[in-house]
């Protein structure tokens, strides 16, 4: 069995109704960290094995009758293999969008190739919650700390996200989030801070929990 640790991302701002609501995660305890896991892994699997879309199951944690948005990903080797998500809640609550958010990372990031049963226990999966995206000017965005918030890019109609810790130096977030976005080297963006409390599964056997 996969056991979990939990990275928390540290906060830069943010509204206060928003740092309140993400604050609810960062003190999770060891159960609802292990539920986190547990479902995304759940509703992952059953995707790329059988393309089943499972149902929450009864008895999760009051925090999941919450709304939130969320992100999937899966590393294999330190190396990403999918990431999908929302920056909005879309689901009627906080469970209901891990399994959405498990089955577009698992079946439908077009980056990347389909993932296959075989590599599964090859993969390390991450659950991130979203806050809202906060706005920010182009020069707040060259001095975030990548290890402590997140970046959205919008060019147009289209986001492109890179969430907390996926790097560690500030010009390569901005560059990932503007390819992600579409933008054109020089095209006119709009940047957003995001704060995110990032799931992270830990195959050496411990459950832990970092603040």
């Known amino acids: 069995?996969?056991?979990?640790?939990?990275i928390l991302a540290a906060v830069l701002g943010g509204s206060t109704g928003d740092s309140v609501?993400?604050?609810?995660w960062r003190t999770a305890d060891s159960g609802v960290v292990r539920s986190v896991l547990a479902l995304g892994r759940r509703a992952f699997d059953a995707y790329v094995t059988k393309r089943d879309v499972i149902d929450p199951p009864a008895g999760l944690p009051d925090l999941f009758h919450r709304r939130a948005a969320v992100f999937v990903s899966a590393m294999r080797n330190g190396a990403?293999?999918?990431?999908?998500?929302?920056?909005?809640?879309?689901?009627?609550?906080?469970?209901?969008?891990?399994v959405a958010s498990a089955i577009?990372?698992?079946?439908?990031?077009?980056?990347?190739?389909?993932?296959?049963?075989?590599?599964?226990k090859g993969l390390t999966l991450i659950v991130s919650i979203v806050g809202s995206p906060q706005p920010i000017t182009a020069e707040e965005a060259g001095h975030l700390d990548p290890t402590r918030s997140g970046l959205a890019v919008r060019y147009g109609y289209r986001y492109g996200v890179v969430l907390s810790c996926e790097t560690t130096r500030n010009d390569r977030m901005i560059s990932w989030a503007r390819i992600r976005a579409g933008a054109p080297p020089t095209g006119r963006v709009e940047f957003f801070r995001l704060q995110d409390v990032r799931f992270v599964e830990d195959r050496r056997g411990r459950?832990?929990?970092s603040r």
């Open 104 to 120: 577009t990372a698992a079946g439908r990031d077009r980056r990347f190739k389909p993932i296959k049963g075989d590599e599964l």
């Open 207 to 209: 459950d832990s929990a």
């Open 21 to 24: 609501e993400l604050d609810a």
């Open 80 to 98: 990403p293999r999918c990431c999908m998500g929302t920056l909005y809640p879309t689901e009627p609550d906080a469970a209901h969008e891990i």
């Open 1 to 6: 069995m996969i056991l979990a640790s939990m």
